[in-house]
């Protein structure tokens, strides 16, 4: 289910046949059991379905009210970290040569390797090849920090090794961030529920129209692609900026101090 959830246009493009399948076999099983020929069972067919339409709306409200705060904290964990590398940066240039160059050209290295991560996309061999020379450049840092403590132990030495700390304390968080989703309990139950509702939209149909057949599925379809575009930061149309890496980035190359985002 996982890929399907990761691109929202598959999801768009699977939800509209399942649901426009099930209004279409609503309309069918009406059509066998004449359920709606007496006005009695009629009003309770459109009770229910008018009742399935509320509660489908609530629950894909509730979702996609669900997938903010994880898109919101992806967001502001990408500004978090170029701050980190950047303050750990400017106090780096305090440290005594030959640490201070190689922690600068270091950490230049992990600028990069953390936006060919999340550039990466859904590619795997690509995220694992950024995220193995992260894991690299951080083992390299530390050995750094560690050198530099133990022959130069000063305050500044101090504060340096707090940053960097900092900085791998980030990645972790921006790892774990990246795989937080909707669980997928949830998607079930949505997936029930949307089929289950076009059923029944399809039941109460006395007879067969294109508008009303195409309407819910393409309503429901669209809400569905856009919670799973704001729960898959990877892809999709709404994508978590890297502005403030992108910035620090260009600042490492350029050879100009990094500054707070």
Do not use: C
Not at 100 to 127: G, H, P
Not at 162 to 184: C, G, Q, V
Request: no cysteine.
């Amino acid at each position: 289910m996982r890929p399907v959830l990761d691109n929202p246009v598959t999801l768009f493009l699977v939800s509209m046949f399942l649901l426009i399948l099930a209004i279409e076999f609503g309309i069918l099983l009406a059509r066998l059991t004449h359920a709606s020929l007496d006005d009695v069972r009629r009003q309770q067919i459109y009770s229910t379905r008018d009742a399935m339409l509320v509660l489908l709306s609530l629950l894909l409200g509730f979702t996609l009210a669900l997938g903010e705060p994880r898109f919101e904290r992806r967001r502001q964990l990408v500004v978090d970290e170029s701050n980190a590398i950047g303050t750990t940066i400017l106090r780096a240039e305090m440290l005594p040569e030959p640490a201070r160059t190689n922690v600068e050209n270091l950490l230049r290295r992990y600028v990069d390797s953390r936006l060919a991560f999340f550039r990466a996309a859904n590619d795997s061999e690509q995220i694992k090849a950024a995220l193995d020379d992260s894991d690299a450049v951080q083992a390299q840092l530390w050995q750094q920090a560690v050198s530099v403590s133990q022959s130069n132990p000063t305050p500044i030495t101090a504060l340096f090794v707090s940053t960097l700390n900092d900085t791998i304390d980030l990645d972790a968080k921006r790892r774990e961030a990246l795989e937080d989703h909707i669980p997928t309990t949830v998607w079930v139950m949505l997936a029930s529920i949307s089929l289950l509702t076009s059923f029944t939209v399809g039941f109460a149909m006395p007879r067969r129209f294109w508008f009303s057949i195409l309407v819910t599925p393409l309503m429901i379809s669209v809400v569905l692609a856009l919670i799973a575009d704001v729960d898959a930061p990877r892809s999709g149309f709404i994508q978590i900026s890297q502005r403030s890496m992108e910035r620090l980035q260009s600042s490492l190359h350029s050879g100009t101090e990094p500054t707070k985002k």
